[in-house]
């Protein structure tokens, strides 16, 4: 006969053999930590072309003011313009005498875009320009991370190859975090952000697809917990050194939504984030493909959320650290 406790009994064994599925099934979907082969971690530059030599830990101390991290796929189209427009930047009064150093990861590309990069290194013989080659493609969060794990900089900028962000905007972070980070250990971030665009031409011009995506992603991010963010996707975004060491190690998401992982990091290691207005046209040639990237990114929101649940996926915080 059923009485009460055999039902509360067969209750609660269904609901813990139910937890001990999804646990087992997100075990099994979640990306692991990459740790980079050692080929993925040299690089080649001016003075060194041919035989690549070892990167620099994010661990080391800072060596230069800024790195600029560009991650790159497929990109002898798009890039040369865009690194035109960062030294002209980089080089201009505007940002001197801060030191710089660029920091090419190269996605494992198909069309030359190493080849194009080491060019660019050797005709721009007063830049520091490094080049990393991955071996297999990784995908664009992949490339940051790897690009954040290895730069010298007090400062580490990550911008997308394609120019779609106006350079000069970087000295609206910049003035941002001078405001977060009085003292050059603390750990800030400052990110471009286009949501004052958001009813203007710029967004209004790009596809109907894309925008109704756009408003699908903004409710499912208010759900994964980072809807005090406004805009999360920018490709333009300013890490503090310390930031960067406590985050990127962390990093597990390699596809389009890395970025939504790292915020959430930030907000778990309450490092503060300021939202900089910011200046973007839409470049043409994008590689997001509208309806599998859409289709990843939301398996890869689901993922995140529920390790997030699960606690699986945490950074220490700075205090319990070696
Ligand atoms: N599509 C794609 N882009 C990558 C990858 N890895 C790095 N990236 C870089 O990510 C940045 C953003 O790419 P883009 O195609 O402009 O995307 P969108 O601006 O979001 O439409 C560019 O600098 C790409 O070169 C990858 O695996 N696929
Ligand atoms: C990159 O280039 C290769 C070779 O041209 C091509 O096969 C591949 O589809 C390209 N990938 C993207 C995402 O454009
Ligand atoms: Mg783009």
């Given at each position: 006969m059923l009485d009460i406790s055999t039902l509360l009994y067969g209750g609660a064994t269904f609901v813990l053999a139910a937890v001990i599925s999804c646990y087992t099934v997100l075990v099994f979907l979640s990306p692991p930590l990459v740790i980079a082969s050692d080929n993925d971690r040299r690089y080649r530059c001016r003075t060194n072309p041919d035989k690549p030599v070892s990167l620099p830990s994010i661990h080391d101390p800072a060596e230069v003011d800024l790195t600029v991290v560009i991650p790159a796929y497929n990109e002898t189209e798009r890039m040369p313009t865009m690194l035109k427009a960062t030294v002209d930047h980089l080089n201009s009064d505007k940002f001197s005498p801060r030191s710089y150093e660029l920091l090419i990861v190269d996605d494992g590309s198909k069309d030359g875009t190493s080849g194009l990069a080491l060019d660019f290194a050797k005709e721009n013989s007063g830049i520091e320009v490094r080049v990393v080659t991955l071996e297999k493609n990784q995908g664009k969060g992949g490339a940051v991370k790897h690009g954040m794990l290895h730069g010298r900089g007090r400062r580490l900028l990550m911008v997308d190859a394609d120019g779609a962000s106006r350079f000069e905007d970087l000295e609206l972070l910049w003035k941002a975090m001078d405001e977060f980070v009085p003292n050059e250990d603390d750990s800030a971030i400052a990110i471009g952000s286009r949501a004052h665009l958001v009813k203007t031409e710029a967004v209004?011009?790009?596809?109907?697809?894309?925008?109704?995506?756009?408003?699908?992603?903004?409710?499912?991010?208010?759900?994964?917990?980072?809807?005090?963010?406004?805009?999360?996707?920018?490709?333009f975004k300013l890490f503090s050194r310390r930031a960067a060491q406590l985050i990127?190690?962390?990093?597990?998401?390699?596809?389009?939504i890395f970025d939504v992982e790292i915020l959430l990091l930030a907000k778990q290691l309450r490092i503060p984030v300021a939202e900089?207005?910011?200046?973007?046209?839409?470049?043409?040639?994008?590689k997001l493909n509208v309806v599998i990237d859409s289709l990843q990114m939301l398996r890869d929101l689901l993922i995140l959320r529920a390790n997030l649940l699960f606690g699986r996926w945490r950074a220490p915080p700075p205090a319990a650290r070696p």
């Open positions: 209004v011009k790009r596809s109907v697809v894309r925008n109704i995506l756009m408003y699908g992603l903004h409710t499912i991010l208010r759900i994964v917990g980072v809807g005090h963010i406004r805009d999360t996707q920018c490709g990127f190690p962390y990093q597990h998401l390699r596809t389009w900089v207005p910011i200046e973007w046209h839409e470049v043409s040639g994008s």
